[in-house]
Every structure is written in C-alpha cells, then in structure tokens.
C-alpha cells in the first residue's frame, strides 16, 4: 500500500472539537464574503468537491452532502404520513429543501434563512446541492431570522426542519436551540406534526448537545435521537425528532420503503433499512478518561 501525498500547499483546517482539526487539501476559493452574520467561503476542497464554509466550519460538501441532507430530511418526513405544508429554518445551500420537495405529497416549503448572502452564493457556486429547488414552484424563500418569523407567523405546518449553524458556533441560531424556541415551534405545528433538528456533535460537545436534547424533551412527548457519520465533518452528527403523534421508531422496513415509493422519492443513502438502523444506533458520548 502506497502513503497518502503529504500535506503540502494550501489546506482547509476544519475544527472537529475545541482541541482537534481535521485538514483537508484546498484546490480553489470561489467566493469569500463577510455578511452581516457570518464569515462565508465557497472552496473547492481536493477530496469533497465544492463546500461550503460559515466562519471556518464546513457545512456541507459536494461529495457527501447527500448523507446528511438525506439523514435530517428523511427520517421525519417518512415517519408523517401525509406531510403537505413543510418549514426549513436555516438550510442556506436548498438542499434541504431539494430534499423535503422529493415527497409528492408536499404543497408547499417555506424555508427561512437569516442570511440573503449565504443563499446567494449557494444560489450561484453550490447548483448540485440545491439543483433547482429555489426555483420550484412549491417551494418559498424567506430570509428573516428564523426565531422572529417563528413567533410571528401564523401558519401552521406538518413538518418544521431545523437546519441550522452548530449549537456550539455562532451567535445567531443559539435561541434556536432552547426550549422556548421548541415550544414555538411546537405551537406552529399541527396536531400530529413532528420536528426534527440537527444538533451538531453528541461526542466532542456532550454538554451542550444534553442541553438541547432535555430542551427538546421538555416541549415534545415523543422524542427520538439519531446520528450519521459525515466524513467532511470528522464525526458523527447527531439530529433530534421532536414528534407530537407518530414515532420513527414503529415504522417497519417495507412501510419505510412503500411511503418512498409511493412519494416518489429517490434516494442515495435513506432507505427503510436504512431508517431501521438509524434508529438503532448508539449515541456517541466521549470517555471520561482524563
Ligand atoms: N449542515 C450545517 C452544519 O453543518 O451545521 C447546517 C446547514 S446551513 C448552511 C446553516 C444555515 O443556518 C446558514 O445558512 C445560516 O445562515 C442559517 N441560520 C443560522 N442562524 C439562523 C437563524 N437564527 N435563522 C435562520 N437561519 C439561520
């Protein structure tokens, strides 16, 4: 077996925790701008094709992108079983809301993102991660703090996605993380919605991802936590279903795969097998050995 090149020239130094990076050979930058909320990047990296980058956290990735969209999407939106109308709070790339558009059965997505200039640029470098989705005729794009529009709207959803920046980055999606927020989202959902947020990393930040986990426990009466390997992210990220009627942990392979078919969606990563072992998987929490 040869050695991987050594790492020489330019690289992208991705933090996994406070103590560790993850480094990645860097090919290009294709856009770079500070916007009222965030430092953004548009980079083409060697190994993962073009990301992109919010204050030196890579958010997603061409290569990969698809395990993580498919893994917060999905599980929720199977797990309804008539979604219709869907929120996306956060979701800057669209493919979010290219994924919740695969399911027939929805009417209408509202996605709501603070920063214009986060989805401009994903607009214009990022069109395999949102491959058309903005311009669906079901799907509407606000661009508004997702916690104001939250406690002032008066729409009522089947489905709320909660695709947001870290708990543990930036500043601006923090009280989107609390239980007073939960509870809001829980007061715009129907009778038998269902919620699902992704919650960054349950191994290398276990006190605040506990934080949110009891915050979501505290609002919801059926709570189910799941995680997925990124490997542009160096862990496993972790996504929390807040669900007011259904629970992802009844449904079976065959009525997993028979709601796939039936929508019409396809897939590369989620399927009921699929579904089944996200249910099952452990949590990751780190050792307390030092
Ligand atoms: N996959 C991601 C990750 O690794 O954390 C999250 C994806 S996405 C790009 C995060 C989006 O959340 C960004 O576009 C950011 O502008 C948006 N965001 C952060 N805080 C927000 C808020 N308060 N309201 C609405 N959108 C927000």
């Not at 990124?230 to 028979?258: H, M, W």
Request: aromatic residues 10%; proline residues 4%; charged residues 25%.
């Amino acid at each position: 077996m040869t050695n991987p090149p050594p790492v020489i020239g330019i690289v992208v130094m991705q933090p996994i925790s406070y103590e560790s990076y993850m480094i990645m050979k860097l090919k290009t930058v294709l856009a770079q701008k500070r916007s009222k909320y965030q430092n953004i990047e548009i980079v083409e990296l060697s190994e993962y094709g073009k990301a992109l980058v919010l204050d030196g956290l890579v958010q997603s990735t061409e290569v990969d992108e698809y395990i993580y969209h498919e893994s917060l999407v999905h599980p929720a939106m199977i797990t309804h079983p008539n979604p219709k109308k869907v929120l996306i709070v956060g979701g800057g790339e669209g493919a979010t809301l290219r994924e919740v558009l695969k399911h027939s059965t929805v009417q209408e997505a509202i996605m709501v993102d603070i920063d214009g200039d986060v989805v401009e640029l994903c607009k214009k470098y990022l069109e395999t991660l949102h491959a058309g989705a903005f311009e669906n005729p079901r799907a509407k794009v606000i661009i508004a703090d997702g916690k104001e529009y939250i406690e002032k709207t008066n729409e009522i959803f089947d489905v709320i996605i909660l695709d947001l920046t870290d708990p543990y980055a930036s500043e601006i999606a923090q009280e989107l993380y609390t239980a007073k927020f939960y509870r809001k989202v829980y007061e715009r959902l129907a009778e038998d919605g269902i919620m699902v947020t992704q919650a960054g990393s349950s191994f290398y930040y276990e006190e605040v991802y506990d934080r949110v986990l009891e915050s979501v426990k505290e609002v919801f009466p059926i709570v189910k936590e799941y995680n997925v390997w990124v490997p542009s992210f160096g862990y496993a990220c972790n996504f929390i279903i807040g669900s007011k009627k259904y629970n992802p942990e009844e449904l079976t392979v065959q009525e997993v795969d028979r709601r796939l078919n039936e929508r019409k969606v396809t897939t590369k990563f989620y399927s009921g097998r699929t579904h089944i072992a996200l249910m099952n998987l452990p949590i990751y929490r780190k050792s307390k050995v030092r």
